[in-house]
């Protein structure tokens, strides 16, 4: 799983706690990472973890040496970040990365606000599903 705009880590370690094998983290502030690199060494997940410091829309998943695609991808970007959604958008161009990065059949799970409605279409990877909760929605797209 890779974990994208993923802060302190919550949503991969849980992933972790329920079995996963291996869970790629990126986040861009180091002052974040301090705390989700410790959450990871409580949580007895390094071995099974990897922190990247980066922006996200610059890279998207990378897969390590072991040349492992993702099957499951959460995008979390911050709302102001994803409101843009349209062709050429940082978020569009994030699913370009991703078409590399990503298994034949993988999910891309994007929170958003609930006022943002994703392209049903992002290159290979299509909407399958969407939900939402107040304020916040979760688009499922599966490639």
């Known amino acids: 799983?890779?974990?994208?705009?993923?802060?302190?880590?919550?949503?991969?370690?849980?992933?972790?706690?329920?079995?996963?094998?291996?869970?790629?983290?990126?986040?861009?502030?180091?002052?974040?990472?301090?705390?989700?690199?410790?959450?990871?060494?409580?949580?007895?997940?390094v071995k099974q973890s990897n922190v990247i410091r980066a922006d996200v829309f610059r890279i998207g998943a990378p897969v390590g040496s072991e040349g492992r695609k993702y099957n499951l991808i959460f995008v979390d970007p911050p709302y102001s970040l994803a409101q843009d959604v349209k062709s050429g958008s940082p978020l569009s161009k994030l699913f370009d990365f991703l078409q590399e990065q990503a298994a034949d059949g993988a999910l891309a799970i994007v929170r958003t606000d609930h006022r943002t409605f994703l392209q049903e279409r992002y290159g290979q990877f299509q909407v399958v599903e969407r939900r939402k909760w107040g304020t916040m929605a979760v688009t499922i797209l599966r490639k």
């Not at 802060?7 to 990472?33: M, Y």
Request: hydrophobic share 45%.
């Open 1 to 45: 799983m890779a974990d994208l705009f993923c802060g302190v880590g919550s949503l991969g370690l849980e992933v972790l706690s329920r079995g996963a094998e291996f869970v790629t983290f990126v986040e861009q502030d180091p002052k974040i990472i301090v705390t989700l690199e410790r959450n990871i060494e409580k949580a007895g997940f």
